[in-house]
């Protein structure tokens, strides 16, 4: 018999514990206190059983997790007896254990870490595996910005399955988002753009598996390769953050910051991981454009990730000179729903309103609305 | 499962029971595997002596380039071995002609009549030849001239061309056609971007950059609808043209279609309509009448001819006076006394495809109208959405089954449905439902690119059904989710009465692994 497929489970125990008591979030000790002082009810451990459950026998699987509410319950309530690692105070988890568990997963060399959490989570994860290690979230926070969670427990459980039996091999970088929750509670929404985890990718849920595709890879090289193709001489490209807008620095074969933007000038780069006071400095007598993606399953196009591009830059550089580029995929995976943006400028949000042409391969463009 | 009494009705009060269906399963290797050297279907006799000093050898009078060097490698089998194995295959199949097929939505598949099969197969239609002088070739030159005139009836357009193969062949001949357009005004290198919707057959998009336009992709407004006003943002003067498909394949009918024509044409471009969902619009609405420049029908889809598994199809397209010069040439033309070729188009775009059209096709569809009158064209037209729109009401029913855009209103001839809700609380998908369809003898399919509609099944009754069949394919929709709920792995272990497995997918969406052919699937297997 082949070697058992490993699995680490991470539980964030508090995770969406502020939700439902209407919180805007769980992060901190003291707001957990508030939470549970408030009635909530963590949901967490539920969410993970499902998200087991639906892996369903896992006899040729082995579990690997961290004590009592911090996996092995989950795995447990599902009849799964785990092999349990580290150590925690129970009641008393925090953010330095979730990262501590997922290091030592990476130690224990798993082939895939499966957490229950927010955003929040999310960020500890990436913080101490960055892409080392394949990771899939399991949706139980209050925030869910990252493209890193499954859109449901049940169908984070079905792509853990394909993944660990090798039905799917295909990762996929996607984006891990917080917002200050600090600055949430008082109504204020601002969103970072942390990084990247690897996460196994299925086209998309609703493919139809038995259509050919040459994958999303595919399409970003032709987005690429028409950006690349219709650059001018002398302008000044300001490029946002992304899996998406590195397709366009590759193909200049030039470096990225995933998280960061860069800017590029007759085909070299002039300035990389730029804030706004840097920004506004090399557009001084400088023609430019801007080019950006949109964030995965949320449709937000400025505002979120990339507030270096701030509302006076977005209003210096013009709508006109805005490139958006976007996988059909991506745009596939919104359904109706609208593109955004929140840049915290009132009159900019107005201007970057309407219809856009959408770069979604070479010679190819999708009219989108932005509300 | 407990056995069921064979000898049960297939009715229970008034009410079809779900078919005790299990289907052929031959594990019928392919006819490559089944070769054993010197198996023989045919022995042609060695070439007498006699005959040889006289004629001499036949091979030396072919040019060098188009003999072989070495016989070609075709599997050997024996002709009963060759019949069993494609009988097996047969066998193996949910065809048009052996379950109620509603499931392929988009494709029209409406009863191709037997009668009009057999007058394709009469002598004096096969044992025609393309290049027969076009005097003894008067009956079918008739018959497409006669056609092409009613498909002007119907589309109120100027001319046809019955040449272009298929669908897309048409498609990709009217977008040539744009292109001469603009050419003739000196307007083709400026007029390059060509508009479509996202719901559009997918083929609107694929033949226009085929030809070399760009494309602009249009998404459905909040109201569900085709979005004016992003057409408005889209057009300009880089605009050559509008492909359109209408009702699209959600089955959804562009109530401000005119206004599209209409904006289109105030840029300068031109508007062609798809008319592959033409089926529920016959007799009805005319391209020529929206003001359409360009158009095509599916002979194979809405006209009744059969699809043929990709061909032979057809896909005739029909022009405004004012295009009828761009179309491919010849044309089938009269000129009082007989009919005759006409190859003096000098400003044609050429031609597509070799000789003018198919004629078994042309004869299938030509037999078709002429044995429904136009009253009766019409009457199809209104079967079919009559057909379509009881089955979306019952389809409705079935928890867990939306009909996602413009949600509510009447549908055309189709429905894109979405199982997202049952997806969700079953984990069980649209494909797996239809595999499990498969167990009670009935096709069922989810949905072509574009991907948008999540868990999608996309079904199109025709006028060809009665209303106790739709029941009874709703009937085992219905049963199958029923499933999906109370034992989804009964569901997602399916199909168990019909034919073979589940076959693995990931190859599909690994280009490296990509075999068009035997040979290239042996090297790439490690076969060979």
Not at chain 1, 184 to 205: D, E, M, N
Not at chain 1, 214 to 238: H, P
Not at chain 2, 40 to 59: H, M, S, Y
Request: net charge negative; glycine share 10%.
């Amino acid at each position: 018999m082949a070697e058992r497929k490993k699995l680490g489970l991470i539980v964030n125990p508090v995770a969406g514990i502020g939700g439902r008591v209407g919180l805007k979030g769980s992060d901190g000790a003291e707001i957990q206190r508030q939470a549970l002082k408030l009635g909530a009810v963590p949901q967490v451990l539920n969410r993970a059983t499902q998200a087991l459950e639906k892996i369903g026998n896992i006899d040729w699987l082995e579990i690997i997790t961290y004590p009592g509410e911090m996996g092995e319950d989950a795995a447990k309530a599902c009849g799964v007896e785990p092999k349990v690692i580290g150590s925690i105070k129970p009641g008393e988890t925090t953010a330095e254990d979730t990262r501590k568990a997922a290091r030592d997963m990476l130690r224990q060399g798993v082939d895939l870490l499966l957490f229950a959490g927010g955003d929040g989570t999310a960020r500890d994860v990436y913080t101490a595996v960055g892409e080392n290690l394949p990771a899939l979230g399991i949706p139980a926070g209050v925030k869910i910005h990252s493209a890193v969670y499954a859109t449901n427990p049940l169908s984070a459980g079905e792509l853990a399955a394909l993944y660990l039996k090798d039905r799917i091999g295909d990762l996929h970088e996607a984006e891990v988002m917080d917002l200050d929750e600090e600055a949430f509670r008082q109504g204020v929404v601002s969103a970072k753009l942390y990084g990247y985890l690897k996460i196994p990718f299925r086209t998309s849920l609703v493919q139809n598996l038995k259509m050919p595709s040459a994958g999303e890879g595919a399409s970003l090289a032709s987005i690429a390769y028409d950006v690349v193709e219709k650059m001018e001489d002398d302008w000044l490209y300001i490029i946002g953050p992304g899996t998406t807008t590195r397709a366009i620095t590759d193909e200049l074969g030039l470096g990225k910051t995933l998280i960061g933007v860069d800017v590029v000038l007759n085909r070299e780069l002039v300035a990389a991981d730029v804030n706004e006071a840097q920004l506004l400095d090399l557009l001084k007598g400088r023609r430019a454009k801007i080019i950006v993606t949109l964030i995965g399953g949320q449709g937000c196009v400025f505002g979120r990730g990339n507030q270096q591009i701030s509302p006076q830059i977005i209003d210096k550089v013009g709508r006109e000179n805005i490139i958006v580029v976007s996988s059909p995929e991506k745009l596939y995976a919104l359904g109706q729903q609208p593109l955004w943006v929140d840049t915290g400028d009132e009159d900019v949000d107005r201007m970057l309103t309407g219809y856009i042409k959408v770069v979604t391969g070479y010679n190819q463009r999708a009219v989108r609305k932005v509300s | 499962m407990a056995q069921q009494d064979i000898t049960q009705q297939r009715y229970t009060d008034g009410k079809p029971n779900l078919r005790r269906f299990h289907q052929a399963r031959w594990d019928e290797p392919i006819n490559f595997e089944l070769s054993r050297e010197g198996q023989r279907g045919v022995l042609v006799p060695e070439v007498e002596e006699e005959i040889k000093d006289q004629v001499g050898d036949v091979l030396a009078t072919l040019p060098l380039t188009v003999r072989r060097k070495a016989p070609p490698r075709l599997p050997e089998l024996s002709q009963p071995q060759v019949l069993r194995h494609y009988l097996r295959l047969s066998q193996e199949n949910l065809g048009a002609d052996l379950n109620i097929e509603i499931g392929q939505g988009t494709c029209t598949m409406k009863y191709s009549p037997k009668i009009n099969d057999q007058l394709a197969g009469h002598p004096k239609l096969a044992e025609l030849h393309p290049l027969q002088d076009e005097d003894t070739a008067q009956g079918i030159l008739e018959m497409m001239y006669r056609f092409e005139g009613m498909l002007k009836e119907i589309s109120g357009m100027d001319r046809f061309s019955l040449q272009p193969a298929a669908g897309s062949a048409a498609i990709y001949t009217n977008a040539s056609i744009i292109r001469a357009y603009h050419k003739s005004r000196g307007e083709a290198d400026q007029r390059d971007e060509i508009i479509t919707t996202i719901f559009s057959h997918p083929s609107n998009a694929a033949c226009a950059r085929t030809a070399g336009f760009k494309v602009i992709t249009l998404y459905p407004g909040q109201d569900g609808y085709p979005d004016l006003e992003a057409l408005k943002a889209a057009v300009s003067e880089r605009t050559a043209g509008l492909l359109i498909t209408n009702p699209e394949d959600t089955g959804i009918f562009n109530p401000r279609i005119e206004a599209f024509v209409e904006v289109v044409h105030e840029a300068g471009g031109l508007c062609v309509y798809d008319q592959a969902n033409a089926n529920g619009i016959l007799g009805i609405t005319r391209a020529r009448d929206t003001g359409f420049d360009l158009c095509h029908f599916n002979l194979h889809k809405s006209f009744s001819s059969p699809h043929g598994c990709g061909g032979p199809g057809g896909g005739a397209c029909g022009a405004s006076e004012a295009l009828a010069k761009f179309l491919p040439v010849p044309l089938v033309a009269y000129d009082g006394e007989k009919y005759y070729l006409d190859y003096d188009r000098p400003d044609s775009i050429g031609k597509v495809r070799p000789f003018y059209g198919d004629a078994p096709v042309v004869l299938r569809a030509y037999a078709w109208v002429m044995s429904l009158g136009a009253e009766g064209l019409r009457e199809v037209a209104e079967i079919a959405v009559l057909n379509n729109n009881y089955l979306l009401n019952r389809m409705l029913e079935i928890p867990g089954l939306s009909a996602p855009y413009a949600e509510g209103k009447r549908r055309i001839e189709q429905v894109r449905y979405s199982w997202e809700t049952l997806t969700e609380e079953t984990g069980v998908h649209s494909e797996e439902l239809g595999i499990r369809a498969a167990d009670f003898g009935v096709h069922y399919w989810t949905s072509h690119h574009p991907f948008v509609v999540p868990e999608p099944c996309t079904l199109e009754p025709t006028e060809s059904l009665s209303k106790d069949e739709l029941d009874e394919y709703v009937a085992i929709v219905s049963h199958v989710t029923g499933e999906a709920r109370t034992d989804p792995e009964l569901v997602k272990t399916a199909p168990h009465n019909s034919t073979i497995h589940t076959i693995d997918h990931s190859p599909l969406d690994d280009r490296s692994q990509w075999a068009m052919t035997w040979r290239a699937y042996r090297r790439k297997a490690g076969g060979a």
